[in-house]
């Protein structure tokens, strides 16, 4: 890194670079959220809806909490473009699978970007990120749980079984 750039930021360069996809994938997942909510809706899943509708801001205030930090520290981030967001669903439970997946893939990307800004001596991002590896672990929690439930309902998913289900989802507000 060069001094002048060193003036600007003391952020690594390569960190900054994985920050800036990690705003994009916040987005994505804050768009996603937003389709299931209104699948969710569409169905007949008010639960899920405002769940999913809940999620969808907090993704977006975890898009915004990287990209404040990036600003904060004298690098420019960037607008996030958000494309291919998945709209239908083959059911409630596939929903939540795929919101598991999803979340499960965030969690790999955190930890690559804390993996290098160890590797790289950015300190300020590793403990930046420290949110972040608690917040995926409490996500990825969470939908564990809403998972189970679906255990105990048959391959045939009855809409009374899925509307139990439902009803069970937890919000936060
Ligand atoms: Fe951004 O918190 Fe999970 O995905």
Redesign the pocket.
Known sequence: MSKLSRKATVLNAKVVELLQKQVE??AH??ATYLAMSSWCDAHGFTKSAAFFLE?SS??R???LKIFHFLNENGVRAFSPEVKNIQQEYKGLRDVYEKTLE??I???DA?NAIVKLARKEDDFASENFLQW?VE??LE??RLVRDILAMFEFVNEKESIFALKLIDERIPLEN
């Open positions: 994938m916040e997942a804050s999620h907090e993704e205030g975890h898009m999803h979340e893939a965030v969690t955190i972040f917040e995926q996500e990825e």
